[in-house]
Structures are given as structure tokens and as C-alpha cells.
């Protein structure tokens, strides 16, 4: 159960807005990430489609690998900024 905010600002106030700012980081933080991730995602989707038929060979090109590996990483991270975020609400 979480503490009623309020109280824990009359408490520590110091300690209550440093965890609100970090708080609000982290969903900045998977905001921001996962804008990214999705525009990443539809940009490789789109390259697959439209230049694999005519321009690539047997190996996509460099930048596109780079993009799909670019996908899991920043999951990775936004996976890890959810675990922080449980974990500063809940303790």
C-alpha cells in the first residue's frame, strides 16, 4: 500500500520531491524512449518493404542493422526505467 503523499511531504519534504523528481525523470524517460523505439520500428519496417526487392543484396545494409538492433536495447532500457520507477513508488 502506497503512504498518502501528503503526509510524507509534511515528514520529509526533502526526500518526498527528490523522489517525485526522480519519479517524473523516469517517465520522461520511457516516454521519450519508446517514441523512439516506435518510430525506429516503423522506419525498418518500411525500408524492409520498399528497398529489400531492388537495392539490397544478400546482407541489408549497416544503418539498417544498426536500427533493429537499436530496437531490443532500448527496451532493455525501458525495462529497467519501469523496474526503478516500481521500486521508488513502492519503497
Known amino acids: 500500500m502506497l503512504p498518502n503523499p501528503f503526509i510524507e511531504l509534511f515528514r520529509s519534504p526533502v526526500e518526498t520531491l527528490a523522489a517525485l523528481g526522480y519519479a517524473l525523470l523516469l517517465a520522461t524517460l520511457l516516454v521519450l524512449t519508446l517514441a523512439a523505439c516506435w518510430r525506429n520500428a516503423i522506419t525498418v519496417y518500411v525500408r524492409w518493404d520498399r528497398q529489400r526487392p531492388g537495392q539490397w543484396e544478400y546482407v541489408p ?11 531490443p536495447f532500448v527496451l532493455a ?10 521500486w521508488l513508488l513502492t519503497s
Request: aromatic share 10%; proline share 5%.
Open 77 to 86: 532500457v525501458d525495462a529497467w526505467a519501469v523496474a526503478a520507477l516500481v
Open 61 to 71: 545494409p549497416l544503418a539498417w542493422l544498426v536500427r533493429v538492433a537499436a530496437i
